[in-house]
């Protein structure tokens, strides 16, 4: 049974940092896509960043650099840092998982299995 669950969420000011964590268990097949989304009333979740098991990762944030997402392979725990915060961040942030079975990772969220619960981030200006 893949769990998955968030933590790391707050409220900070324009400018500050955050770094999400997500703890994954049950990952009993090795070829997997994990994702950070995010998600604002009346709106679609966005993937904001994702990462695999070989580490392959995709961020997206305009180019701004401002996301990176990393993994501890040794308890599966995927990181979201999340630098230089806007209002426009406030979101709730999810991680999501499934596995490949042949199929790249992508950034749909409906194609996406697990989920975790959830973790609000408010960045007010």
């Known amino acids: 049974q893949v769990k998955l669950v968030e933590s790391g969420g707050g409220s900070v000011q324009a400018g500050e940092s955050l770094r999400l964590s997500c703890a994954a268990s049950g990952h009993t097949y090795s070829h997997y896509c994990i994702a950070w989304f995010r998600q604002v009333p009346g709106e679609e979740r966005e993937r904001v960043a994702g990462?695999?098991?070989?580490?392959?990762?995709t961020v997206e944030d305009s180019g701004t650099g401002r996301f990176s997402i990393s993994k501890d392979n040794a308890n599966i725990t995927v990181y979201l840092q999340m630098n230089s915060l806007d209002p426009e961040d406030t979101a709730m942030y999810y991680c999501a998982s499934r596995f490949k079975f042949g199929r790249p990772c992508d950034y749909l969220w409906r194609d996406y299995v697990y989920w975790g619960q959830g973790t609000q981030v408010t960045v007010s200006s």
């Open positions: 990462i695999d098991d070989d580490d392959s990762k």
